[in-house]
């Protein structure tokens, strides 16, 4: 198994553009979600899926949207990229109630 | 106000010494979570604790929760360079147990 995997690892942005930062999972997971950190805050969530076609807000969704239209995959859009979006993403599955995989992050940057 | 508070926020110490990593919060939770990250990669699952006053051990790390359910610790004994990263403690919240919250985190440093 590959696990949760995401590209691209490095992403550099000028202010107004868009862009999908691509996760998958081949572990079946149900719940996948996405993750932002940043020094000293911690992980925050951005958005969550519970199963292919559901999707709901977490922490800090501004700005973000997602899709799940598979249970492999689930991408995250900047719609239109702000310097305040500079940050280190992370990727996440699960099964109900067991561990959180996490994927290696991509390190975006918004000039 | 963060949901969960941990200190310190940074710690420095020499191979060999023990340390003691705290994470508080206000509210009561039915389990908790802490991971371990190393520069550049993703958080990984140490464990998982769920009864108040629990005790689990990993090796030299000893986790404890909290009897009211509140808060956690983090002792590691005789710590390694090989302990250095980022120490995460996070709750499942809401309705959705795939919706974690994640405390600030605690960056370890252990020098040689």
């Known amino acids: 198994n590959a696990g949760v995997t995401q590209t691209p690892k490095f992403q550099v942005l000028k202010t107004g553009q868009s862009m999908t930062l691509q996760c998958a999972q081949d572990m079946n997971h149900e719940y996948m979600s996405w993750y932002r950190q940043d020094p000293g805050m911690g992980l925050r969530l951005i958005h969550y899926?519970?199963?292919?076609?559901?999707?709901d807000q977490g922490e800090v969704p501004n700005g973000y949207n997602v899709s799940r239209s598979t249970t492999e995959d689930f991408p995250l859009r900047l719609l239109s990229a702000a310097p305040s979006q500079t940050s280190v993403y992370f990727c996440?599955?699960?099964?109900?109630?067991?561990?959180?995989?996490f994927g290696p992050g991509t390190r975006l940057t918004v000039l | 106000t963060q949901l969960l508070e941990q200190s310190p926020q940074f710690l420095s110490i020499q191979e060999g010494e023990n340390l003691t990593v705290y994470c508080n919060s206000s509210?009561?939770?039915?389990?908790l979570q802490w991971y371990r990250q190393e520069p550049g990669e993703g958080p990984v699952l140490l464990v998982t604790?769920?009864?108040?006053?629990e005790v689990k051990k990993l090796k030299r790390l000893t986790f404890q929760f909290g009897d009211a359910r509140k808060d956690s610790s983090l002792h590691i004994t005789a710590a390694q360079p090989g302990d250095t990263g980022l120490y995460l403690c996070a709750v499942a919240g809401g309705t959705s147990y795939g919706k974690l919250t994640f405390g600030q985190g605690t960056i370890l440093t252990v020098h040689p």
């Open positions: 509210s009561v939770f039915s389990s």
């Open positions: 996440a599955s699960r099964k109900a109630y067991n561990e959180q995989f």
């Open positions: 899926s519970v199963g292919a076609g559901i999707t």
């Open positions: 604790v769920v009864t108040g006053g």
